[in-house]
């Protein structure tokens, strides 16, 4: 992937064309992708009060001149180009271009992103069935990416306020032109999520049995077990129900909901222990092609 803006001679007499397609929108960037069977596509960048991008593919006339055949657009409220745009997820694919959305809100579900692999007429291969796509990284430095979502079936489990959790990731792996679930093979990610969360949130605060501390619990829990430590959660799930009973925060009745809900993800997890991501299976049979079947909502 690489600017082309002002710097390829066959760019520049299609800018009026591009321009005039778009009233009302300014043109900030420009990329060139070499995508499968030599293809090229341009990639456009624009805003106005929200942001757009458009996807091309560039086309050759007789004569030697370059056309555009428009093939996508995405647009919101902020929409940009990310990293690893312009790499292949994995050695011997094409490359991709990954969109981070933005909604300006605190909605949980406001924050995205979507992945676009550069071939054919360009191919968006985000998962559905993984969540809410928050990053796409090479987390054990072996030339694949790995793209991790949230599954974001707990989001407002406590309190409905706009981001509020708690978010469970789940990471995915690039094989054979495939994502598979691959989230005990990165234990170091879940163990370093859930420093995170302990360190926005200690059982010791004056709050303790606040929100944010039920929060923190239940995904420590959810971590746990979503990488097969499931003696940890079961730890996790007995410090929740010991603090609970203290509380003076939310309603007794609530408190005996959230621990039958999570206590009872722990139980389906534990039924399905070898596959790769147990909390995210599927209900039936812990299989993990699609998730066609997900595990019911214990909001």
Not at 278 to 293: C, D, L
Request: hydrophobic letters at 40%; one cysteine or more; proline letters at 7%.
């Amino acid at each position: 992937m690489r600017r082309v803006r002002g710097t390829e001679p066959w760019f520049r007499p299609l800018l009026p064309t591009l321009k005039a397609a778009r009233p009302g929108w300014e043109l900030k960037e420009a990329f060139l992708f070499k995508g499968a069977a030599h293809a090229r596509y341009l990639v456009t960048e624009w805003r106005n009060s929200d942001s757009r991008i458009d996807f091309h593919k560039v086309m050759w006339r007789g004569d030697g001149r370059a056309r555009l055949r428009f093939l996508r657009l995405y647009e919101g409220w902020r929409v940009e180009l990310v990293p690893p745009s312009g790499r292949p997820l994995a050695p011997g694919e094409p490359p991709v271009a990954v969109l981070y959305f933005a909604s300006g809100g605190s909605g949980a579900w406001g924050y995205r992103e979507r992945i676009v692999l550069m071939a054919r007429n360009t191919v968006d291969i985000t998962p559905p069935w993984a969540g809410r796509l928050v990053g796409v990284a090479d987390l054990d430095d072996d030339r694949h990416f790995e793209v991790v979502a949230i599954d974001g079936r707990w989001a407002g489990y406590f309190h409905g306020r706009g981001s509020a959790g708690p978010h469970l990731p789940v990471i995915l792996t690039r094989r054979e032109h495939r994502f598979a679930p691959a989230c005990r093979t990165f234990p170091a990610v879940y163990r370093r999520r859930v420093q995170e969360v302990r360190s926005y949130v200690h059982p010791e605060d004056e709050e303790a049995h606040d929100v944010p501390w039920a929060e923190a619990m239940a995904g420590e829990l959810l971590a746990d077990a979503q990488i097969g430590a499931f003696a940890e959660a079961r730890a996790v799930l007995r410090t929740f129900e010991e603090g609970a009973a203290t509380s003076e925060y939310l309603r007794p009745e609530t408190w005996k909901t959230a621990i039958a809900d999570f206590g009872a993800v722990l139980d389906q997890a534990e039924r399905v222990p070898n596959v790769a991501c147990p909390v995210s299976a599927t209900e039936s049979t812990g299989g993990h092609a699609g998730w066609e079947a997900r595990i019911r909502s214990f909001r």
